[in-house]
């Protein structure tokens, strides 16, 4: 099922989800819907806090469905290691319209349970380590506006106020 997207200022977005206690036949129903919904958005990467559940679980998929081995769940992640950088746009299925160029490692490894429980390791280089520590912050209540600086986020939240204000957000 897909499920509605939440956008900048909802407060789940910006509060630390919680650990999943058992991976469970419910949480495997929670993830399917998440990646119907990344696939239908498109996005290459949607956290459960995007769709109102405060729950560690994040789906990446770089190639937007066109190859199933690049389908990844992550459920309760944390970062192996993480080193490099990388300077590139970015945006955001909850700050649509968005973009800004965004500090991130250029190599990242997660560990974390698969959608049948069982423990993984992943290496994300490039794109996919952006997108690892992209959904990681979505996880601890951190969206890509938070990680700006200055006038630039400033300049993003005030234009977001104003759609919202307006009932365009
Ligand atoms: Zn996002």
Redesign the pocket.
């Known amino acids: 099922m897909i499920r509605p997207i939440l956008k900048y200022g909802d407060s789940i977005l910006h509060e630390p989800a919680r650990r999943v206690e058992t991976v469970t036949a419910e949480i495997d129903r929670l993830v399917e819907d998440m990646i119907e919904t990344m696939y239908a958005a498109p996005g290459i ?1 949607l956290a459960a806090t ?1 769709i109102g559940v405060a729950l560690r679980i994040f789906v990446v998929d770089v190639s937007i469905g066109r190859n199933p081995a690049e389908l990844i769940v992550m459920i309760n992640p944390e970062f192996v290691e993480r080193d490099g950088m990388q300077l590139e746009e970015e945006g ?3 700050v649509p319209g968005f973009n800004a160029t965004v500090v991130r490692p250029e190599r990242a490894i997660v560990k974390g349970l698969d959608r049948t429980g069982q423990e993984q390791q992943r290496e994300g280089k490039g794109l996919l380590a952006r997108a690892f520590q ?1 959904e990681m912050d ?1 996880l601890d209540g951190m ?1 890509f506006v938070d990680r700006l600086r200055g006038v630039k986020r400033d300049l993003i939240v005030k234009r977001i106020r104003k759609l919202a204000r307006s009932g365009k957000w």
């Open positions: 990467g995007q955001c299925l909850s992209h979505h969206l």
